[in-house]
C-alpha cells in the first residue's frame, strides 16, 4: 500500500524486549540484601569462626548495620543483632542498586 509509512526500527523489536529496562538489577540488589541479612543473624549463632580468614572481610561488610544498630540501641555492648540485619537488609540493596544503575549508565555512554 503506497500511503502507509514505512515502520521504524524501535516498532520492530520483540515483546519480550519492549518492556523497557532488565529486571536483573532489581534481583541483584535483593539478594545482595537477604545474604547480608542472613550474615547479620547468622553472627548470634558464633557462625563467623567458620569463615575463617574470610570472617574479617564479612564483618567489615556487616559493620553498617552494627554501626546502625548501636547508634539505635545507644549501648556497644547491648545492642540487637535483628536491628542491625535491618538496617544491613535496607543498605546493601540501595547500594547494590545504585552501582548497576551507574554502571549501566556508564557501559551504555560507551557504546
Given at each position: 500500500?503506497p500511503?502507509e ?7 520492530r ?6 518492556s ?14 537477604i ?14 569462626p ?15 548495620g552494627?554501626?546502625g ?5 545507644g ?21 547494590v ?8 549508565r ?6
Amino acid at each position: 500500500m503506497p500511503n502507509e509509512a514505512p515502520e521504524s526500527a524501535d516498532n520492530r523489536v520483540p515483546h519480550a524486549n519492549g518492556s523497557g529496562q532488565s529486571r536483573w538489577p532489581f534481583i541483584v540488589a535483593l539478594v545482595a540484601g537477604i545474604v547480608t541479612a542472613l550474615l547479620t543473624v547468622s553472627l548470634e549463632h558464633s557462625a563467623s569462626p567458620s569463615f575463617g580468614d574470610a570472617g574479617f572481610v564479612v564483618m567489615a561488610a556487616l559493620l553498617p548495620g552494627l554501626l546502625g544498630s548501636i547508634a539505635i540501641g545507644g549501648n556497644a555492648h547491648a545492642f540487637s543483632l535483628w536491628i542491625a540485619a535491618g538496617i544491613n537488609c535496607i543498605f546493601y540493596p540501595l547500594l547494590v542498586w545504585m552501582i548497576t544503575g551507574i554502571s549501566r549508565r556508564i557501559l551504555r555512554l560507551f557504546r
